[in-house]
Nanobody, 115 residues
């Protein structure tokens, strides 16, 4: 089992920045994919960004150039630096780890961007 604990959400004005963190514990594999998804009210959960243990990244088009994902393999932690935030970025952000066929989720952290 893998446990994920997110932190760093909050309320910010449009144009501001936030940094999300997600610490993974438990049975962590060396080869996995860590990432962030988000879900706004009334919408489906969608990928924001992901990163393999080899540091390859994948970003949703709507965050390219504004958000940066990074990870610390020694600490089993993944980060999401969010800059130039927009009201449309308001959502619950979920940390995700994929190991083999297993898919793990954090409890989510609220990000609210005011206009």
């Amino acid at each position: 089992q893998v446990q994920l604990v997110e932190s760093g959400g909050g309320l910010v004005q449009a144009g501001g920045s936030l940094r999300l963190s997600c610490a993974a514990s438990g049975s962590i594999w060396s080869g996995n994919v860590m990432g962030w998804y988000r879900q706004a009210p009334g919408k489906q959960r969608e990928l924001v960004a992901s990163m393999t243990s080899g540091m390859s990244t994948n970003y949703a088009d709507y965050v390219k150039g504004r958000f940066t994902i990074s990870r610390d393999n020694a600490r089993n932690t993944v980060y999401l630096q969010m800059n130039s935030l927009k009201p449309d970025d308001t959502a619950v952000y979920y940390c995700n780890v994929v190991q083999g066929l297993q898919n793990y989720w954090g409890q989510g952290t609220q990000v609210t961007v005011s206009s």
